[in-house]
């Protein structure tokens, strides 16, 4: 049977940051993705917030300019400004940058710099079954003393200890279409995705089409949905690119250490809830779950310390995002109290649910 002193089941942000961190550390660590190609099939919006968005939504985390250097190859195009479209058709423009990504290209960018760092990737290898012994791939073992789950919302590692579930998966559909669409990131609220919302988010080739619909709402099909959405935008043409996915919706799950196996990213539902953003999380997690796991390996803390750091630097975060969610189901089943509710917050209270700070001052 083959050990490591890590196994690392997923390559998306997340399981790749942690698997560089292992690795630099000096830690035997395997990298683990059941995917022919890191980062395809896509399933993700694209958009991340530039470096002073994000420090300006996670205050807290520290050394945030070397933890997203990415390389130009990774970025379709940069984005000036966010805006917000209530039902009645107001828009509600501020000033924001941040970019569109080539999302697979930046995920096999992360997944390199792991193995440059030491770690051993194997693609094609899905993950049956995990233990506190190990995982077990096509008829195969492999022990680890550390076992971190990054393997998305529907995580074979979570289920297979038994630990907590994200309480809602969000539904998305996505089409990637050609065309000129500017450099503002446009979200789109009402009932084109009731309890949702659509986007569209600009690349230097086109741009993301997509929505979100919580479940448990009855009527149209998401596909009919999205249809709808692009021929009110007024392009008929149809997708060159088609992508879906779910959305953990319903804040972190309540256990993200159980022995020695530790959960991060979609696996951990640690996505701001009221946007569904997860890559900035992500890495974050991703980078304190590596770094707490290369430090138990060497003699150090526990590895239920990881769930201390990654509430001290993103908890409030996540907290703030959950709570504005939770305070906009209150209205979001009607377009005109949603347009109502948008006047009334207006762009300042637009911008600090964008930025997951207390909506209210104090929730």
Known sequence: MERYDAVVVGAGPAGSVAARYLAESGAST????????????????????????LQEIMPAVKGVPELFDIPRSCISRSTSKIAVISPGGKRYELAFEG???????YD???ARLAEESGAELRTRTPVKSASRDGVETDGELIGANVIIG??????????????????E?????????????????????????PGGYAWMIPKSDGANLGLGVPPGRK?????????????????????????????????????????????????AGQVMASN????????????????????????????????????AEVGQVLTNSLHTKKLSDWWMWSDPLIGI?????????????????KLLGIY
């Open 219 to 267: 009527g149209r099909t998401l596909r009919s949905r999205l249809e709808s959405f692009m021929f009110g935008l007024g392009y008929a043409e149809g997708p060159k690119l088609e992508t879906s996915g779910l959305v953990p919706s319903s804040g972190p799950v309540a256990e993200t250490v159980r022995g020695n196996v530790l959960l991060c990213g979609d696996a």
């Open 341 to 357: 509710a948008m006047r009334l917050i207006g762009k300042w209270g637009i911008r600090r649910s964008l930025t997951c700070k």
């Open 150 to 167: 990054a393997d998305g919302p529907l995580s074979i590692v979570r289920r297979s200890l038994g630990m907590p579930a994200p309480r």
């Open 30 to 53: 395997l990298l683990l993705d059941k995917r022919d190609e890191i980062g395809v099939p896509i399933e993700c919006g694209e958009f991340l917030p530039s470096i002073s968005s």
């Open 108 to 110: 096999q960018h992360l």
């Open 169 to 193: 998966l969000t539904p998305c559909l996505q089409y990637t279409v050609q065309g000129d669409f500017g450099d503002s990131v446009d979200m789109y609220f009402g009932s084109v995705a």
């Open 99 to 105: 970019m569109s990504l080539w999302r697979a290209k």
């Open 276 to 311: 569904g953003g997860g890559i900035p999380i992500a890495v974050v997690c991703g980078r304190a779950a590596g770094e707490t796991a290369a430090a138990f390996l060497k003699g150090g803390p526990p590895l239920q310390v990881y769930e201390k750091r990654w509430k």
